[in-house]
């Protein structure tokens, strides 16, 4: 069982940054593959960003590309995403995500375990 738990969300004016966290607990989180979603008000859940475990080439959905950075480190357990140049449109809730396979985080946008989501709000 990986319990996950985000903070770092808030209120920012558009074109300024935010850096959220996903703490990890319970199994090897340095095992998985990691990623982050978001979901609009009135809107689906939406696929933002994701790693795998060895830190290799990272996967962002092209709305993203060039102003947000997910980056890992297995020895705090945690993983990051980096935003900046922050839109009105980037507000959401963002989810941490996590999964043996990648693909059910950048494919299936299925992974097995989430986190509760934390608020972030772009004002323009």
């Known amino acids: 069982q990986v319990q996950l738990v985000e903070s770092g969300g808030g209120l920012v004016q558009a074109g300024g940054s935010l850096r959220l966290s996903c703490a990890a607990s319970?199994?090897?989180?340095?095992?998985?593959?990691r990623g982050w979603f978001r979901q609009a008000p009135g809107k689906g859940r939406e696929f933002v960003a994701a790693?795998?475990?060895?830190?290799?080439?990272?996967y962002y959905a092209d709305s993203v590309k060039g102003r947000f950075t997910i980056s890992g480190d297995n020895a705090k357990n945690t993983v990051y995403l980096q935003m900046n140049s922050l839109k009105p449109e980037d507000t959401a809730v963002y989810y941490c995500?996590?999964?043996?396979?990648?693909?059910?985080?950048?494919?299936?946008?299925?992974?097995?375990?989430w986190g509760q989501g934390t608020q972030v709000t772009v004002s323009s």
């Open positions: 995500a996590a999964d043996l396979q990648v693909h059910r985080i950048v494919v299936d946008h299925t992974p097995y375990y």
């Open positions: 790693i795998t475990w060895s830190g290799g080439t990272p």
């Open positions: 319970g199994r090897a989180f340095s095992n998985y593959a």
